[in-house]
């Protein structure tokens, strides 16, 4: 259907779509080639007719129907006396026949059948997916594991995450100081460094001889990092900041692992930054890939700045 809104979430509603659909024009059929049945009666009929007297039970897990809508069905046929109940061996059950009024409209269904087969297989020649064998996968995995059991599962699992580091790209300049923007002032205040750099990370790392990368969740840009270059063997590991919403998916290590990996690879010999004693998580994770607080060696831009940290190699 164009413009479908229910994808996998309404496979159930769409499976009821095309009940009722191929229910309205069946029935009309039967109505007009003489039958007294309804569509909803089908599976019934058919079953006694496939495999003959059938026990309820029996007739339950042939057609998949609940066994309140089987017995219902039967009820319903016995009124119009199309089916007989007969007491089992056990006498506790009850055999449902057909009597012989539903011996004669089986004989009047049995044409109505076979055209409805055919027509049916013209439409599924005509389609790009067997249904049948999609429907039979479909069932055998809710035998499997059910569909409640699934839901609880992903209820209490967080959706897989595809997470990937990308290098600055003009397109994330808006991301760069958003993402920086957002930490610094919801702690501190933007200071004229944090706004030169923000506004401009062309002209202030990167054509400097710096670097910027990014964290990309499922494509949207949710961490951002800098190494700042200045002097040969000399960087800076400068405004890191994930966003609260991926903040608990390791993305502050991805990104302290990749300025490392390209500090090394440029042949640095000290990487240094400047953060600030409040920020506890942020300290803890310097700490852990070798940064040690120093006494810094020049007076910091930021004012917010009272912790200095260095990791020589």
Known sequence: MKNEIFKEIGIGTRCRRIFEMLSIEMDKIYKEEGADIRMREFPILYCLHQKGPLLIADMQKLTGLSHSAVSQTVKKLSSKNYLLLRTAEDARSKIVVFSDRGEKLISKLIPIWEVAERAMSDILKNCNHNILDALDDYESELKNKSF????????????????????????????????????????????????????????????????????????????????????????????????PDAQGLGIGNILVEKVLERFKARGGKTLFLDTNSSLKPAITLYKKYGFKRLSPKDESPYSRSDYYMELNL
């Open 148 to 243: 409640t059991q699934r839901y609880n599962d992903f209820k209490n699992k967080k959706p897989d995450q595809k997470i990937e580091t990308v290098p600055y790209d003009i397109k994330y300049k808006d991301a760069w100081r958003h993402i920086n923007q957002q930490w610094i002032e919801k702690l501190f205040v933007m200071e004229e460094e944090d706004i030169i750099n923000l506004s401009d990370p062309e002209k202030y790392v990167l054509d400097k001889g710096g670097e910027i990368y990014f964290t990309l969740l499922n494509g949207k840009p949710v961490g951002a990092i800098a190494l700042k270059k200045h002097s040969p063997i000399r960087f800076e590991l400068s405004k890191m900041g994930v966003l």
